[in-house]
Every structure is written in structure tokens, then in C-alpha cells.
């Protein structure tokens, strides 16, 4: 039996064998400055909130890496699920990604969103955050240090930057399979529809 | 064509200016306020339903969990409460001990306040040196108990490690930074221009209201009456050290603001006399493995003096291993309805930040 | 409106300025990295020399992150059920009844505390046999 | 070769506008005691966002909105010569003076207002009420300063203005640069007049719809718009420029104040910073003018 | 204080828990007299909390209402018990102001209805159908597992009780059987 995390190797060679994508020279240049620039959506779902401060003010100054934090979900790329997540808390947190621009990308931070964490058998938190969302990285900890985060951080603007992340295609592809996921803890509640046609609107003038 | 005049907004819960994940549903003419309701629950995790499931002893790590930027009062409550029921004596060095880390956090906590009272106001310049600060304390956390945020350190029977060789003069240095820095943050902000024109007036409190209802903490002092249960009922050692109950006249932002910064003072005082008179002896008194600790059946109820306020829990046991039923009151629960919601009635959404971080609202101690 | 002219008030906050001049409190982390503290509640490690299966750690821990599993490295002769402990992640809050309920001492906390992947079913953690 | 005149002043305003920008927010990370980011950091946040589909649609108006306000901030830079001497960069300064540029300067936010309150959000209606009653307030105080120094240099051209100054006219008269100052700051909505667009109150304010390339238009238009702005005071006030290196020195010293003030002082309420505005500088102006005209030229 | 609430409410059961805490076990229909006579002569004038708790066994919640002097040197824990079924208790918010959100709360939690009270709405859960969750006979557990999934790959976790007694009992039938071949053994060449 290997030590450490027991998946981590296979991750790794089963990267090695997946095609590489082709990009065109404005995707790499697009992903060149997406890298750079992260938004991050102001909202403390959960415990892990209370690192967000130290990371983002001047101790460990989350800016100097291109990361900084954006008031409203329209201007936001990343939205940071920061720990366990009510059903309560779920159903905003799924409204609001639903409103960010694409490309979009989820940051989950700690235990709770892996496996329930602590709150493992509490009634009213959700177990396993990626049956109704797309998550493009976990963050371990419980709480995760500012280091962890930034790490976190700095390891999806690696995937960015190689353009490998597309969590948000995923989840409109595989939308019947989330919103059925969100509609057994949620009930019929959810709605609207992600499909509706005012969110897909693409491209303006 | 009255209705059409009022605008419903929620405040939260993903908005810059709320104090943690809850919401205020808003009823506007313009920007004045007509009526404020609140909205928690987005944290509830049902810890009175884990606690009741778990031994005392597994019960003890998640009770940090339910303040998140005050673990420690939730952790010496606990431990109060647990020992009180089973008839525990703890050590002196102890009591000193907690004493220290509760203060310590205090400290902390007061300085998340200062960063967000001053963000509240966009002068991000302060809250970004007190977070600076506060990560100091948690590194002597970090030493002292093994973790930043949820230290799970303060045991029923004593606390989990002794203190590091040397601790005490890092504290020392540490608090002399910070005396240095309070003078800054003086000058800075609650001197400020900008922040007495904003907070002088906004948000009064009349003292009479705050005796009826219950409320607790700044509030209460805010308005002139010296009320601390480190001094009213005094827990662990506070009877033997020498402070002050801050007080302000006026009830208003300022005031809760000008009794915050005092606090800040006094936590530093009563620091340095615990680094004078920390005695020796055990950290621990002899415990039985967790399936064996059994509460006797037989309630009580305790508080501490948290940053925010009177902190405290109700807690009863059956005679079995665990907990029967344990209650938090958090100096927020009140704070954050009954208080809040008259508050924010005729104020303007300006103010609304302003009058939370005032109130020190913090959400995850109300729905638990 | 009510307003005073407030000279200190006014010019007191110039000393913001003053810190342009000072050195920043930043940790540019991945250039810099900050010593843990010595006991900083990180990764689980596990003596296998001295781990006796006797899960005790398994009975404490409140978050059921803890399984006992086959090994099959050399193991103490006194592990009368050839099981170590492995740990969930997903579950683990770091809380250390584990490490203080060990009968020989052989589970411990160690400094490390990074891990960072984009895949959940990462989290099952073999201790590290140190 | 006006054409190309123009595009130079365009591109010099962009590029100039956001790294103006970065150093706003590496020099602000500075007195918050930390590194902060590279001054590219607005650029990448700008491209990025370009890149950026928009996820909702309030229709043409929506989108008309951060246009008319580009539009607005191009036409007010076309019109304000960089150098005073100059026949290059001077743009379209030759047909209009400084009224036209003042008109210009009110299009922009107007246009806003329109496409924001097209896009229903309470925030984005909010933010642009509080940014129209903050114009009126810091148009008082400005136009007094604005029309004393035209009194002063007998002439509405702004070239003239600039070149006319023997005394730079901040030490000449001092009383009307203070007040054009206070409403300068405003103008740059800094702090404490920085109500637009308050994160704790309204979210981002006007912009609070927005994403995607509308946003990065108005990322845009803000960093020219702000170099306008810059190159205007200096034009008037520090006694204009001369070379680009006189230029970039001016407005950034002008921009460097604007950011220290905004870093010292919290935020004022809207009806507090109206009532700062039409009470304090305006004042001011209307002393500075007597001064100016009894004991002018 | 002590004897005028023994002769008035014919109990006996007033406790001093520590000297700034006392408790008084009263019957349902007295309990709101002696708060307000708490209130009105001895100065408890704030209500600190509401607290239950669910006692299964005897078939009852007790529920406690926490006063608090308006110097904050006294607390006073007035406890009466409600029966279980159909739980209604008369609301306080008449009179303290505050109990309107802490009933809310404990409506929500157990269950209990407080006539009086006219805002008792979902204060923490959304869409709640489920029994009153703090209630006893509501198991948490039980409910994650009927409605969400934890995560698989957990095999290979063994009942280390049972393996050791395997293993003993391996190790034991090993040995005999050592010792089997061993005395077979030693049988075969005493044979030859």
C-alpha cells in the first residue's frame, strides 16, 4: 500500500495519456490573461470564510497573484465554496453560479465538501458538493491555512492557463444529471431552469 | 401608486456588506429603510443534534465550530459547563491559561472588528493592517495550540498541552506591537474625520430597551452602564486580576466603536498580569477514556464574557456518556432581530454595514 | 445637515501615508514560505514499528473518517490484528482525540498540511510511516 | 492626419489610462502595507474580461449604455490638446474649447444612467442616482473654478489656457484650485466621495449588471475617460505641457494626490458628500473668484 | 425570596447551583406568575433564553426560561414540564420582547406551539416535512442515509474486534496444527 494520498499517482499517469488539446492562438493568449486575472465572488458560504481575509489583505495579499475579490456574480470568475454548505446556502450558491459569465470555475475549501467532513451526519448539510456542482479543485484542511488556499489558487491557474479546465461545459452538458442531484435535497424549489433561455443568452452586439 | 415607491432588496447573503453568510430583507423608499427582517438559517448545521449523538469527550472538538471568528468562548463554556456537571476542580495554571487564551482571542476578534467597521466605511487601509495583526495571534495559537482558527484546546479537566518554552515572551513582544499599533489605529481611524461624521448618531440605543430585552456586550456599555460578566459573575480567575469595564455615553455606533477600542486596552492589560502571575502546576486533572465520562443528571448554565458580549450555554446530562441537551446563546441571537430589525428601521442603506459590524452579528452562532 | 469643522480628525489620518515608507507585512508565499509552528495539527503519520491495530483511534474519532485496513508492509509483531488506520480526509477535522487516545504513541500529527488536487476521490490519506 | 493624430491620442490615453490604473492599485496595496499586484494587473483584468461570454440580456438599450458612456470619454480626450504648442496631439481641439469638453463630460454618465436603468437592478439604479446627484453637486464648484480661469486667461481655448500661464495658475490662485481639486476628486470617484460604486452598500453600483465585453468597455472607458480628466486639470491648473515626459509627470503627481486622498478618509454618505460639495469648495471657488477678478490680470 | 415562591407555589424544589444561580421546578399553570413576580419584585427584569429539553423517557419537554437580574449578578432558571404531545406552552412576547425569536426557534426544533406568538415561521431550515429535527426520536443519521449518499471507495475497512479474534483463533488453529504435524510427525518416525 502506498502512503500519502492513494489516488494522487494514478491522477497523474492517467493525465499523461489523455490527448492534448489543440488550442488556437487567441484561446492561448485568452488563457494567458485569464490566469492572470481571477475574480473572485465575495461570499463566505461557511467556516472556511474566515481565512479568506488573511489571504486577501495584506499578510498573505492574494493581489499580488492576479486574485481579487468582485462584489457581484456577473463580474466574478471563480466562486469559492468555502466548507460544509446547508441546503439553505446550496440553493443560493447554485443561483449564483448559474448567473456568472463563462468560463467559470468552483474552489472548494476544506473536509465538508468531500465527504461531509464533520457535519457528516448532520441533516441539513449536503455530503458531497460535486454531485451538484462542478468542482474544478478541493483545497484539504479543515480549515485550510492561507497557504493552502493560495496553493488552491495557484494550481488552477496551472489547469487555466494549459486550458484543460471546462467545468462550466461539463455542467451544461451534464445538466439533467445535476439538477436531478439538486432536486432530491432541494425539491422542486431550484427552478429557474439553467436552460432557461435568458441565461443562455450568448454574445451581445 | 404608493406601492410602486418601495423597492424590496435582500442584503445578503452573497453581498461584500454583510457580517457572514445571513441576510436582511430590506423594504426601501429611496434609500431609507421602511422595515428590516432578517434571515439566518444558511449555517445551520444542527450542532445541538451532533452534540447529542456524540460522547462528551468527541463532543468537545466541535463546539469550536460554532462562532467562527471566536472559537475559544464556545470551548471554555463548554469545558465550564461539562465540569460544573460532573463536579471537576481544575489547577490554577489552568485557569491562568484560559484566562490568557481567552483574552488572546478576544484581541483577535476585536480586531476582525476594526476591519470590518472600517470597510464598512471603505477605508481599507486599517483593515488590512488589523487582519495583518490579528495573524500574529493566531500564530501564537499556532504555537501554542496547533491550529490558526479552531484551536479545540481548552479540555473538560484543564487544557490539551502545556505552554511552549518561551511563549510568554513572544506573547509580551506581541503585545507590545500591538501597543504601538493601537496608537496608529487611534490616529487613523477612530479619530478619523470621516468615521465620526458617518457613526456619531447612527444606530442609537436607549439604555432602558437594552435592560428589558437582554441585550448584551458593547451595546449595553455603549450606553453608560457598566455591564461585564468577567465582573458581574466572575469565572476562572478574573476575580484576581485588575481591570476596567470600559463604558461610552451615547448608544450609538461611536460609542460601541470608542468601547471596543478600550476593550482593546484592557485584554492587553490583563494579559501582561497573567504573564506575571502564571503559576506552576497540572494542566490536566486525570480523565477517563471518553466511553467511560458520564454526566451526572442534573442542568446548568454558564456564560463567559466573549468579545461580543455574554456568551453562554445551557447544557443538562442524563447520567450517560453524553450530552442530553446542550443550548447556545449567543449575544448575536437577540442582536441580530430584535435589536437589528428596530435599528435599521428609518436608517439608510449606507448605514446598514455600518450598524452589523457595529453589533458584532455573527451568523453561525444564531441558527447553529 | 449638522457638520463641525474637525481639524484633528481631519489630519490625524495623514499617518496612513507614513506607511508607503514601511516595509509590507506580506508573505509572498510561494517564494516565501512561513515556518509551521512546532505541533501545527497537519497530515497523520503513523509508526508502523510500533502501531498495534488496536483501533482505539477508530472508536474516537466522532467523524468516522478513520478505517482500519489490511496492510501489507512489515507491521509490530504485537499487532495482533495486522490492521493500521488509513484516513479520510473528507472527513477528518484535525482535532488530534486520534493521536491522544494511541496506546504506543505511533499516530501523530506531522507540519506538512498541503494537499491540493481536482479530484474528490483523492482524499483517502495512508499515513506516512515516520 | 487627423486620423491618425487621433488614434495615436486614443491609444496613448489607453494604454497611459490603465497603467495609471495599476499604479493606483499597487500604490493604494503600498499604504495597506503590502506588495500588490503588477501594474499590468487592470490590462489582464480588462482582456480577461473581454474574453468573458455575457451570461443575460436586457436588450439593445442594456448595451447601449457603456457605448454612449465610451463615446462620451473618447469625444471629451479628442477635444483636449495634450501640449499646447503642439500641432500633433491636439486632436479635434482645434473646433471646440472648453465648454464643448464640459458638455462632453456630462454625456457619458447620462448614457449610463439610460442603459442602467433599462437593466432593472435596484443596485445598478441606485449606484446611478447616487453618481447623477454627485455630478450635480461636483459640477458647482467646478465650473466656478472653470470659469474664473477663463475669465482669467480671456479665452475658452484650452490650448491658450494652458499656454497663457506665467504663474502656473494652482499658485496663482490657489483658492480655485483647491476647490476644482475637491471636485476633481469626486470626479475620479475617490474616496470620500466614492458613493457610485461602494461594494458594502451597492455592490459595484451601475456596473453591478454588467460583465463580460460591456464590462471591459467600461473598464476602457474609465482609464481614458480618467486621462482626460487628468490631462484637462493639468491643462488648466499646472500650467500644461510640453513634451510627453512633462505631461506624465504632471498628471501623475494630480493622480498620485487623488489616490493619498482617497486612501486617509472613509465614505461619505450621498447626502453627506453633496452637502460637502455644494457647501466647502463651492465657497471656496466663489472666494477664489472675487480674488481672482478684483485682483486678476 | 426563597420561602414567599415555596409558600405561594407549594414547591419544594428550589436549587442554588452556584450563588449567582438558582432554580425553581414549577407546575405549568404557576409558571408564568412566578416570572412576573420574579419580574416585578426581585427585579429579574430580562429573559436571557428560552431553552427545552426533550425528555423521552418521562414523556416530557422541560422547558426553562433563564432570567437574569438588571444589575446581571443573579441568574433564576424557571423550569416547568409540557407534556410531549401536542406541545403548547402561552407565548412571552407580550412581556419580553425577545422571546418572540427564541419560541420561534424552539417551534421550530421541537415543535412546541406558543399561542400568542404571531411570527412563528421557519427560522433555520427551508421547506422542512421532516419531524421537528432535535426531537429524540428524529435520528440524524438515519435521515443522511435515507436522503444523501456519502462517498464509495471506503472498502477494505475491517471490524478489528472480529479480526482479532479471527486471527487468535487462526493463529491457535495454526499452532494445533503444527502441533498435529509435529506429534504426526514425530508419530511417522516413531513408526519407522
Known amino acids: ?205 | 401608486m404608493e406601492t410602486n415607491k418601495h423597492i424590496t432588496i435582500f442584503h445578503g447573503p452573497q453581498h461584500p456588506g454583510i457580517t457572514g453568510n445571513m441576510s436582511v430583507e430590506l423594504d426601501l423608499i429611496g434609500e431609507t429603510i421602511q422595515k428590516a427582517t432578517t434571515h439566518v438559517g444558511y449555517l445551520h448545521r444542527g450542532f445541538e443534534k451532533l452534540v447529542e449523538r456524540r460522547t462528551v469527550i468527541q463532543a468537545f472538538t466541535i463546539v469550536c465550530r460554532i462562532c467562527v471568528p471566536e472559537p475559544d468562548p464556545n470551548e471554555a463554556n463548554f469545558a465550564m459547563a461539562v465540569e460544573e456537571l460532573a463536579g471537576i476542580e481544575v489547577s490554577e495554571r489552568v485557569k491562568y491559561i484560559r484566562v490568557m487564551v481567552l483574552e488572546l482571542s478576544r484581541l483577535a476578534s476585536q480586531c476582525m472588528w476594526l476591519a470590518g467597521q472600517s470597510g464598512s466605511i471603505g477605508l481599507y487601509a486599517v483593515g488590512q493592517w488589523a487582519i495583518a495583526d490579528r495573524d500574529l495571534i493566531l500564530d501564537l495559537f499556532e504555537e501554542l495550540t496547533g491550529g490558526r482558527v479552531y484551536h479545540m484546546y481548552i479540555y473538560p479537566g484543564g487544557v490539551r498541552r502545556d505552554l511552549p518554552d518561551g511563549f510568554l515572551r513572544r506573547l509580551e513582544k506581541v503585545l507590545n506591537h500591538f501597543k504601538k499599533r493601537l496608537k496608529e489605529y487611534d490616529n487613523i481611524f477612530i479619530n478619523n474625520a470621516s468615521f465620526k461624521s458617518r457613526a456619531i448618531g447612527v444606530g442609537i440605543v436607549s439604555p432602558e430597551e437594552c435592560i428589558k430585552n437582554g441585550y448584551v456586550g458593547q451595546v449595553l456599555r455603549g450606553c453608560g452602564i457598566e455591564a461585564d460578566v468577567r465582573k458581574d459573575a466572575p469565572y476562572l480567575v478574573y476575580d484576581q486580576l485588575d481591570f476596567e469595564v470600559p463604558t461610552a455615553q451615547g448608544g450609538d455606533v461611536y460609542a460601541r466603536a470608542l468601547v471596543r477600542r478600550a476593550e482593546m486596552d484592557q485584554s492587553i492589560h490583563i494579559l501582561e498580569q497573567v504573564i506575571d502571575k502564571m503559576p506552576e502546576g497540572e494542566i490536566m486533572v486525570k480523565m477517563p477514556t471518553h466511553r467511560k465520562f458520564k454526566l451526572p443528571k442534573n442542568d446548568t448554565w454558564v456564560k463567559v464574557e466573549s468579545s461580543r458580549g455574554e456568551f453562554a450555554y445551557y447544557m443538562a446530562g442524563d447520567g450517560s456518556e453524553k450530552i442530553r441537551r446542550m443550548q447556545v446563546r449567543g449575544p448575536s441571537l437577540v442582536h441580530a432581530f430584535t435589536l437589528l430589525e428596530d435599528l435599521l428601521v428609518g436608517a439608510e442603506l449606507s448605514d446598514v454595514a455600518l450598524i452589523m459590524n457595529s453589533l458584532g452579528i455573527c451568523p453561525p452562532e444564531i441558527e447553529r | 445637515m449638522k457638520w463641525s469643522i474637525d481639524i484633528s480628525g481631519t489630519l490625524s489620518p495623514l499617518g496612513i501615508l507614513a506607511a508607503m515608507m514601511q516595509k509590507p507585512n506580506t508573505i509572498a508565499y510561494p517564494a516565501v514560505k512561513k515556518e509551521t509552528a512546532v505541533g501545527y495539527r497537519g497530515f497523520h503519520t503513523n509508526l508502523l514499528v510500533d502501531c498495534i491495530g488496536c483501533a482505539n483511534c477508530q472508536d474516537v474519532c466522532m467523524n468516522d473518517a478513520i478505517d482500519m485496513i489490511k496492510t501489507d508492509k512489515e507491521y509490530n509483531v504485537k499487532n495482533s490484528s495486522q490492521c493500521i488506520p488509513r484516513i479520510d480526509y473528507g472527513r477528518c477535522c484535525w482535532c488530534s482525540l486520534c493521536t491522544d487516545v494511541c496506546p504506543p504513541d505511533s499516530l501523530k500529527l506531522d507540519e506538512e498540511y498541503l494537499g491540493v488536487t481536482q479530484y474528490a476521490s483523492d482524499f483517502l490519506y495512508m499515513p506516512k510511516d515516520k | ?297 | 425570596m426563597f420561602a414567599t415562591i415555596k409558600n405561594r407555589f407549594a414547591t419544594t424544589d428550589i436549587e442554588v447551583k452556584r450563588e449567582d444561580l438558582y432554580k425553581v421546578v414549577v407546575q405549568r399553570d404557576a409558571i408564568f406568575e412566578l416570572i412576573f413576580m420574579l419580574r416585578e419584585q426581585y427585579d429579574y427584569q430580562t429573559l436571557n433564553a428560552i431553552t427545552c429539553c426533550d425528555w423521552i423517557e418521562e414523556e416530557h419537554f422541560a422547558i426553562t426560561y433563564i432570567l437574569t437580574t438588571s444589575d446581571r449578578k443573579q441568574s433564576f432558571m424557571v423550569q416547568t414540564m409540557i407534556g410531549r404531545e401536542d406541545a403548547q406552552i402561552d407565548s412571552l412576547t407580550h412581556t419580553f420582547e425577545q422571546a418572540e425569536i427564541m419560541e420561534r426557534d424552539l417551534h421550530e426544533m421541537y415543535g412546541i406551539d406558543f399561542p400568542g406568538n404571531q411570527n412563528l415561521v421557519e427560522l433555520s431550515l427551508e421547506n422542512w416535512v421532516h419531524t421537528p429535527p432535535l426531537r429524540r426520536e428524529f435520528d440524524t443519521l438515519e435521515f443522511v442515509n435515507n436522503n444523501l449518499s456519502f462517498r464509495e471507495g471506503r472498502d477494505g475497512n475491517m471490524d478489528v474486534k472480529k479480526e482479532m479474534k479471527r486471527l487468535r483463533a487462526l493463529k491457535k488453529a495454526q499452532k494445533a496444527a503444527a502441533k498435529k504435524a509435529k506429534e504426526e510427525a514425530s508419530e511417522v518416525s516413531d513408526g519407522n
Open chain 1, 1 to 205: 500500500m502506498d502512503e500519502g494520498f492513494l489516488k494522487e499517482q494514478q491522477v497523474m499517469e492517467s493525465d499523461l495519456n489523455s490527448e492534448t488539446s489543440h488550442k488556437s492562438s487567441v484561446d492561448f493568449l485568452m488563457d494567458w490573461f485569464r490566469r492572470r486575472s481571477i475574480f473572485v465572488l465575495a461570499y463566505g458560504t461557511g467556516c472556511g470564510a474566515i481565512e479568506m481575509p488573511p489571504t486577501f489583505t495584506s499578510r498573505y495579499d492574494a493581489e499580488r497573484l492576479g486574485i481579487r475579490g468582485a462584489a457581484t456574480p456577473r463580474q466574478a470568475d471563480v466562486i469559492i465554496v468555502s466548507g460544509y454548505c446547508s441546503y439553505k446556502t446550496l440553493r443560493r450558491i447554485i443561483r449564483t453560479y448559474e448567473q456568472m459569465a463563462n468560463p467559470k470555475y468552483i474552489l472548494a475549501l476544506g473536509s465538508c465538501t468531500v465527504n461531509g467532513g464533520m457535519y457528516w451526519d448532520s441533516y441539513n448539510t449536503i455530503k458531497r458538493l460535486e454531485d451538484y456542482l462542478p468542482v474544478d479543485m478541493y483545497v484539504n484542511g479543515c480549515m485550510p491555512r492561507p497557504e493552502s488556499i493560495l496553493e488552491g489558487f495557484m494550481a488552477l491557474q496551472k489547469e487555466i492557463g494549459d486550458g484543460k479546465i471546462s467545468s462550466w461545459q461539463k455542467y451544461e452538458d451534464n445538466y439533467a444529471f445535476y439538477r436531478k442531484n439538486q432536486e432530491a435535497v432541494l425539491g422542486q424549489t431550484v427552478a429557474p431552469a439553467y436552460d432557461a433561455d435568458w441565461y443562455l443568452y450568448d454574445g451581445g452586439l
Open chain 4, 1 to 297: 492626419m487627423i486620423i491618425l493624430d487621433l488614434a495615436l491620442m486614443l491609444i496613448t490615453a489607453y494604454f497611459v489610462g490603465f497603467i495609471y490604473y495599476g499604479l493606483y492599485r499597487n500604490i493604494t496595496a503600498r499604504f495597506q502595507r503590502r506588495i500588490g499586484p503588477t501594474i499590468f494587473q487592470s490590462f489582464y483584468d480588462s482582456i480577461k474580461f473581454f474574453g468573458k461570454k455575457e451570461a443575460i440580456s436586457h436588450g439593445w438599450m442594456f448595451y447601449l449604455g457603456p457605448i454612449i458612456m465610451a463615446t462620451g470619454a473618447i469625444m471629451t480626450l479628442f477635444f483636449i490638446p495634450f501640449f499646447y504648442q503642439s500641432e500633433s496631439f491636439s486632436g479635434l481641439s482645434g473646433y471646440g474649447n472648453l465648454f464643448l469638453v464640459l458638455y462632453l463630460m456630462l454625456l457619458g454618465p447620462l448614457g449610463n444612467a439610460m442603459g442602467v436603468g433599462v437593466g432593472g437592478n435596484p443596485f445598478g439604479v441606485m449606484g446611478v442616482t447616487r453618481g447623477l446627484t454627485r455630478l450635480f453637486a461636483l459640477e458647482l464648484p467646478f465650473y466656478i473654478a472653470v470659469v474664473a480661469i477663463m475669465s482669467i486667461s480671456q479665452s475658452a481655448d484650452i490650448a491658450t489656457i494652458a499656454g497663457s500661464q506665467t504663474t502656473i495658475n494652482a499658485f496663482a490662485h490657489p483658492l480655485l484650485f483647491i476647490a476644482a481639486l475637491f471636485s476633481f476628486v469626486a470626479m475620479m470617484g475617490q474616496s470620500p466621495f466614492d458613493v457610485v460604486g461602494a461594494p458594502v452598500e451597492v455592490y459595484s453600483g451601475p456596473a453591478s449588471e454588467f460583465s463580460g465585453k460591456f464590462l471591459s468597455l467600461l473598464m476602457s472607458q474609465s482609464a481614458i475617460f480618467s486621462f482626460a480628466k487628468l490631462v484637462l486639470m493639468v491643462n488648466l491648473f499646472l500650467g500644461g505641457a510640453d513634451g510627453f515626459f512633462e505631461l506624465l509627470w504632471k498628471t501623475f503627481v494630480l493622480f498620485l494626490f487623488v489616490i493619498a486622498f482617497g486612501a486617509i478618509y472613509g465614505r461619505f454618505k450621498t447626502p453627506q458628500s453633496v452637502d460637502f460639495l455644494i457647501k466647502v469648495p463651492t465657497v471656496i471657488a466663489i472666494v477664489g473668484l472675487i480674488f481672482a477678478t478684483a485682483w486678476g490680470n
